[in-house]
């Protein structure tokens, strides 16, 4: 069966994002208050499971071999079918 999967990737609290920064600052400049802003990559997959736990799973794998590092990143797996 065919999933598709929603991985969300950002920095754990307390982690420099200098990105969210700029672009914080950037938003101030223009006018737009923020209390807090944090950036986060998001990679849409489409794989092959027998069910939505194994996709999830395969999910998560993905994330602990290449896609995350776990000293840094959290991440969040949504799966749909």
């Given at each position: 069966?065919?999933?598709?999967?929603?991985?969300?990737?950002?920095?754990?609290?307390?982690?420099?994002?200098?990105?969210?920064?700029?672009?914080?600052?950037?938003?101030?400049?223009?006018?737009?208050?923020?209390?807090?802003l944090a950036t986060a990559r998001v990679f849409q997959v489409s794989l092959e499971a027998q069910?939505?736990?194994?996709?999830?799973?395969?999910?998560?794998e993905m994330c602990a071999r290449l896609l995350a590092n776990p000293v840094i990143h959290r991440y969040r797996i949504e799966v749909s079918s």
């Open positions: 069966m065919k999933f598709d999967v929603a991985i969300t990737i950002g920095l754990k609290e307390g982690m420099l994002d200098p990105e969210a920064r700029a672009i914080r600052h950037a938003l101030s400049n223009l006018g737009f208050s923020t209390e807090s069910d939505r736990d194994e996709a999830y799973a395969r999910a998560e």
